[in-house]
């Protein structure tokens, strides 16, 4: 098993900046790859970012390209979320997840792929 604890969310104004922090603990050795999600109110959870654990591969969703960057710190076992610019529709519960299995050099988007969740944390952003 793997617990995933997230951290650095908050309340911030249109086009600010956050940076939310997932720690992961537990049987890491079996982690390949992790990824951020989010769902705001009355949506469905959607994909935002990934990255492979051992190459740093990564993926964005096209509504966050550019403006956030994924990375990991792996001594720490952590993955990081840098949020720039952000829009009042960047509003939403981010939750981090993480993913044991491999899918050669692509980075999965669904939520299948993903074996462990964190609870999340709550990004809101004013206009």
């Known amino acids: 098993q793997v617990q995933l604890v997230e951290s650095g969310g908050g309340l911030v104004q249109a086009g600010g900046s956050l940076r939310l922090s997932c720690a992961a603990s537990?049987?890491?050795?079996?982690?390949?790859?992790m990824g951020w999600f989010r769902q705001a109110p009355g949506k469905e959870r959607g994909f935002v970012a990934a990255?492979?654990?051992?190459?740093?591969?990564?993926a964005y969703a096209d509504s966050v390209q550019g403006r956030f960057t994924i990375s990991r710190d792996n001594a720490k076992n952590t993955v990081y979320l840098q949020m720039s610019s952000l829009k009042p529709e960047d509003t939403a519960l981010y939750s981090c997840?993480?993913?044991?299995?491999?899918?050669?050099?692509?980075?999965?988007?669904?939520?299948?792929?993903?074996?462990?969740w964190g609870q999340g944390t709550q990004v809101t952003v004013s206009s």
């Open positions: 997840a993480a993913r044991p299995s491999l899918y050669g050099n692509s980075i999965p988007r669904a939520e299948i792929a993903y074996a462990y």
């Open positions: 537990g049987r890491t050795v079996s982690v390949r790859g």
């Open positions: 990255i492979t654990w051992s190459g740093g591969n990564t």
